[in-house]
């Protein structure tokens, strides 16, 4: 069982920037393809990026936000960058026991997810 936490999720005005974290548990962090997915309020859960031997983004979001890992800490990253008021989400890390490449970025290939953390980007 793997189990995630998620962190680094707050409030920001347009144009700012957050960095998420997620944590892992287990020891063969760096065999996992990890992935961030989003879903606002009324919308159903969305791609945003994953990493597995290579990283892959949703379009929304290329060019802003830059997933990266660090296997000796068992953390995913998520830079966002140039927030904007459709950014505002939760923001949830996903798991899959397998590193793959291209990384998927349906939501049924992942078998493990964090609680979530909110992302709220003001005017």
């Known amino acids: 069982q793997v189990q995630l936490r998620e962190s680094g999720g707050g409030l920001v005005q347009a144009g700012g920037s957050l960095r998420l974290s997620c944590a892992a548990s287990g020891r063969t962090f760096s065999s996992y393809t990890m992935g961030w997915f989003r879903q606002a309020p009324g919308k159903e859960r969305e791609f945003v990026a994953a990493?597995?031997?290579?990283?892959y983004y949703a379009d929304s979001v290329k060019g802003r936000f830059a997933i990266s890992r660090d296997n000796g800490k068992n953390t995913v990253y998520l830079g966002m960058n140039s927030l904007k008021l459709e950014d505002t989400a939760v923001y949830y890390c996903a798991a899959r026991g397998t590193r793959m490449s291209p990384p998927p970025s349906n939501s049924y290939e992942y078998d493990y997810w964090g609680q979530g953390t909110q992302v709220t980007v003001s005017s």
């Open positions: 990493i597995g031997w290579t990283t």
